[in-house]
């Protein structure tokens, strides 16, 4: 857990009371996904969970399209809830599903958006869900990072380390495209913090990309970087990337 600074406890505090609240608003809800703390509890570290930061949701979901949208790893909705807001001017809401282990986050996430059906499980359970949830059109993610503990659970064809990958490997069978924060190593290009585009696939990357037919694409041009602040506890550069899970996937 985090040693929060007296503003930071005091902001969170008032999230806490907000999210106490049988609805919020808008503003109540964007107040609460800038104050509330997931390390005021928790060790995020030891499990790789660290919130999008608020801005970099809302650039992301410059490139979420469809009706139907999953969300995997969830924690409290953040990505949910921007492409939620993001919803075309008098188009019919979105359906979004959120899965996320962890209790306390699904307990927020059903308060910030109560319009999304949560359902608290492990993402490695997705394929026993999947017929009841449906097929979608885009699964979404922030998931934990690197070799994160993961009882020896795989996603369908990827056997390596990388829990992104997992994630991502785990999408392809309920959705048909996906958009991804990974880390700027994961990803097969490097752009945020960059002075230029530059296409590089790296080891990790072409393993995955072997064992699963998944290519990874670069987004319409976000610097992650400029978000890089927003981030509690770390400051990780990172990639939005997107993919096609109609084209080349291996069954």
């Known amino acids: 857990m985090a040693k929060l600074t007296k503003s930071q406890a005091k902001h969170h505090a008032a999230a806490v009371d907000l999210l106490r609240k049988d609805r919020l ?22 499990a790789g969970a660290f919130f999008t930061p608020l801005d970099l949701a809302l650039d992301f979901t410059i490139e979420v399209n469809g009706r139907r949208i999953i969300d995997l790893c969830a924690g409290i909705g953040c990505l949910a809830l921007a492409c939620h807001w993001r919803n ?16 306390d986050y699904v307990a927020v996430g059903r308060k910030l958006l109560p319009e999304a059906q949560w ?22 993610s922030n998931p934990p990072f690197g070799a994160v503990r993961r009882a020896g659970r795989n996603g369908p064809r990827y056997r390596g ?15 048909d495209a996906g958009t991804f924060i990974i880390p700027q190593s ?20 072409l393993d ?6 998944i290519t990874l ?3 319409c041009g976000m610097d992650c970087n400029v978000h890089k ?23």
């Open 88 to 103: 075309g001017w008098n188009e019919p809401p979105r359906e979004i599903v959120c899965i996320e282990k962890n209790p």
């Open 25 to 46: 608003t808008d503003d109540q809800r964007e107040f609460v996904l800038r104050n509330w703390r997931e390390d005021a509890n928790h060790v995020n570290g030891t």
């Open 119 to 140: 359902i608290c499980a492990d993402i490695f359970e997705l394929p026993f869900l999947a017929a009841d949830l449906g097929r979608f059109d885009i699964a979404i």
């Open 217 to 219: 694409q670069h987004n």
């Open 208 to 213: 995955f990309k072997k064992a699963t037919g």
């Open 229 to 251: 602040d927003g981030w509690r506890g770390v400051s990780p550069t990172v990639e939005i990337v997107l993919a096609d899970f109609t084209n080349g996937r291996k069954d």
């Open 161 to 175: 380390n990388a829990f992104e990958y997992h994630v991502i490997d785990l999408a392809a069978d309920v959705a």
């Open 186 to 205: 994961s990803a097969p290009f490097r752009y945020s913090g960059r002075p230029c585009f530059e296409r590089r696939e790296e080891p990790g990357y």
